[in-house]
């Protein structure tokens, strides 16, 4: 899938030098040569990456980066400037954005640094990725351990959250009782025998409120699965 690429500068010239060079790189690029219509295309447009002129009327790339990070976007921003003081470049950096090109520059500069945002960005976004798992409408946050299912929010203990999260990452594949055992109560548990089938049953009740059908299945003779039904 190509990548979007947006470029907000009120200089024709480098908009069209940018344009060209990008879409020769297999980008599909976006311009905006003022703050107002930037904005509104990030909206629209929904960029990847956005390249954005520091020194512009009206609206200058600070106030476009503030505006950017204040309304929860947390797209790459690369800020391009005449200036070469460090107030500046700490300001847009501080203001939220990722990189800083001083004019003139380098195109292959640029590019490059184009290309380092945009790894990154997949990097982060694999990263957020593998934090949450989801199956059918249960959806597990492991960074906040929230769970839901059809939107509303589900109330687990440790041990049931523990036991969700080992079905989860185990879709439609039968889990004998002892590795359930294992891996949530560990080798050397000797508490009461039927904990497992305990714990099911309340998972179950948490799961199926609200009129939602039964995924946690019982497969006699071999375990537990997390499979619809039919």
């Not at 512009?56 to 976007?73: A, T």
């Not at 400037?81 to 520059?105: I, M, Q, W």
């Not at 492991?142 to 185990?170: A, P």
């Amino acid at each position: 899938m190509r990548e979007k690429i947006l470029v907000i500068d009120d200089d024709e010239k480098i908009t069209s030098m940018l344009r060209r060079s990008l879409a020769f790189e297999g980008y599909i690029v976006f311009t905006a040569n003022h703050g107002m219509d930037g904005l509104k295309q990030i909206l629209e447009n929904e960029p990847d990456v956005v390249i954005l002129d520091v020194m512009m009327p009206q609206l200058d790339g600070w106030e476009v980066v503030r505006r950017i990070r204040e309304g929860g976007s947390d797209v790459p921003v690369l800020m391009l400037t005449a200036k070469d003081e460090v107030s500046d470049r700490v300001k847009g950096l501080d203001l939220g954005a990722d990189d800083y090109l001083v004019k003139p520059f380098a195109l292959e500069e640029l590019l490059a640094r184009v290309r380092v945002l945009l790894r990154r960005k997949t990097s982060e976004k694999a990263e957020t990725q593998a934090n949450k798992l989801q199956y059918q409408d249960v959806f597990m946050d492991l960074d906040t351990r929230e769970v839901f299912r059809g939107g509303q929010r589900i109330e687990l203990t440790t041990k049931e959250f523990d036991l969700l999260h080992l079905f989860l990452q185990n879709p439609r594949r039968v889990l004998s009782r002892d590795i359930i055992m294992e891996k949530i109560w560990g080798y050397d548990y000797s508490g009461e025998s039927n904990v497992l089938e305990v714990y099911i049953a309340l998972l179950r009740q948490k799961t199926e409120e609200y009129g939602h059908k039964r995924l946690i299945q019982t497969v006699r003779g071999a375990g537990y699965v997390l499979r619809g039904e039919g």
